[in-house]
């Protein structure tokens, strides 16, 4: 008999061990398809479990939580939502950017962890991680940014041990109780409540006091004064109801995530619609009975299937063409009974220079891209924010540019504005801080009315303003404001210099929704729905936001923006202004052709007949 060495076998039990656990109770399905009720303690983030009338009141910790016993955090943390700034995370295909926009200072930009081309990262603006999310945290799920330390700076170091992490925030999905509140969660990410926010929101306890109030040497151990009267010190009321006799609380979590809790983060609206949601439509699949989750799949990684073509490690039938065409030309319908798609007459050529999104989704072309809104870029569904059609930052939609694949589909696009210090050939971009300062002190712009647009900038009150961010400092060579693709800089006093700037260049990214139904999509009314001398597909214009006045109105055509040229995308048109004609044209050769063929074959009939007849 074979005898195993022993150090081998000690190594196996260790593995094996090891390997029990990483694998936690909710990690691996046991096939059996009901949801598990999730009536469980609560545990504070130092392990502790958390005691509704404990004189601590911590908040429980979601890793401690959700972490400890059924499901890998460390898994968990992999997924697309919770990677941002992370060095191993995967940049994928470019999509919505944060935008950081500050009103006074006219000043909006793309921003992302991922290296996106068009976007700027957070530190290239002074934007240090505890920053963003203070600022963009409530829509960020927490995880990386939120809590890794590889990417906090020394320098706010006391900072997060008075807020806390931001831990990944199972609840803003899995959870169903009407009772959890995203925008109370927002709510507490403006406060720097980072480690109290989950809690907060999900109902079972009252938040008082705000961390950004507290001074660096905070501690939640022990007793500490609070700084005055009004600044309360952060604490949570946990609501005693919500807690068995066990100690234990009852979580409404569901698998499968509910569209609306999609929509705290991803909704868009066009801008001067103002209809009552009774007018408004949903997306084509929703209104069938589809979730967003049904596409938009992912496993314990959380690494979200996106639902493009070509997407990597993404399952190829979840996107539009996999899921309505399928893998046999044969079947009369695609997955789940997706209905397939006719297409009768489409020239091949459609479906390799175009993506489904072209024709099928997003607001119907006009002859100029709509103004919308986002909830990340204007964070909607806050308590308080600014409803009005021209509140910054200014995006638009749609406009149809050629996509990472090659083809042409519809985005969202805005320009960026920020004002920079020209130095050799380098680009430092100005605080927005001080340049709030100057425009403040250099104009009457107050907005009173609370629009919530940027200044309107004169050519001489922009010099002005140049003129006085270079006497800011002076070690600057020469201040300038990008603003829709044009660099301005000051000739004197009063007089400014505009020029084309690289810098400037728009970001746009793809949008895939709403989907229209295939009676509202473009072809249906034939070729001259895109190749019409007008048609909004191919010659629309899209006029760049701008603070500057005397550059407004300067329009940019659809086919400019996409890297063609107008004059042949016009010409070609032309071909289907008169392709009615060349159809009666070639109806009337056809006719006389025929007549012909007829007129000579009865002559042949008739000579032979002839010849027949002297025979």
Known sequence: MRKTHPILLLLSICAMSLSAQTEKLGDKADGNRSLPVHRIKLFDEDGGVVKPYHDRRMPFSTRETCGRECHSYDTVSQGWHFENGFASSSPGRPGQPWIYSDQYSATQIPLSWRGWPGTLHPHDIGMSAFDFVEKFGGFYPGGAVGEADSVHLLENFMRWRVSGEQQINCLACHETNPGYDPAEYITQMKKQNFRWAPTAASGIGLMEGSASKMPDNFTLYGNFDAPSPNDPVPMIFYEESQFNRQGKVLFQIERRVPNEKCYACHSTTVVGENKERWHADDDVHLVAGMQCVDCHRNGLDHKMNRGFEGEANAAASLTCAGCHLGDDPAALAGRMGAPKPQHAGLPPIHFEKLSCTACHAGPTPE??????????????????????????????????????????????????????????????????????????????????????????????????????????????????????????????????????????????????????????????????????????????????????????????SMTALRGAAHWEAKLFSLAFYFRPLLKVLIVIVTVILVAIVLLYAFKGLATITQNLAEK
Request: aromatic share 6%; hydrophobic share 40%; proline share 7%.
């Open 367 to 556: 002859n100029q891209p709509v103004d919308i809104k986002t909830s990340i870029s204007h964070q909607l569904g806050t308590i308080g924010v600014n409803k009005s059609a021209t509140a910054m930052p200014h995006v638009k939609a749609p406009v149809f540019l050629t996509g990472h694949d090659g083809k042409i589909a519809p985005h969202k696009i805005m320009w960026p504005s920020f004002w920079i210090d020209l130095h050799d050939g380098e680009i430092d971009i100005l605080p927005a801080e001080s340049v709030r300062t100057v425009v403040i002190s250099k104009s009457t712009f107050r907005d009173t009315l609370g629009t919530g647009d940027w200044p309107q900038f004169s050519d001489s009150l922009l010099a002005v303003v140049l003129d006085s961010l270079a006497q800011q400092d002076t070690t600057r060579q020469q201040v300038g404001y990008i603003s829709g693709g044009m660099l301005y800089t000051a000739k004197n006093d009063s007089e400014i210099v505009a020029q084309k700037s690289p810098a400037g260049k728009p970001y746009a990214w793809p949008l895939a929704h709403d989907v229209r139904p295939a009676r509202l999509s473009l072809g249906t009314n034939g070729c001259d729905d895109c190749h019409a001398h007008d048609s909004a597909f191919a010659f629309a214009s899209v006029s760049p936001p701008t603070a500057v006045v005397s550059a407004r109105g300067n329009l940019q």
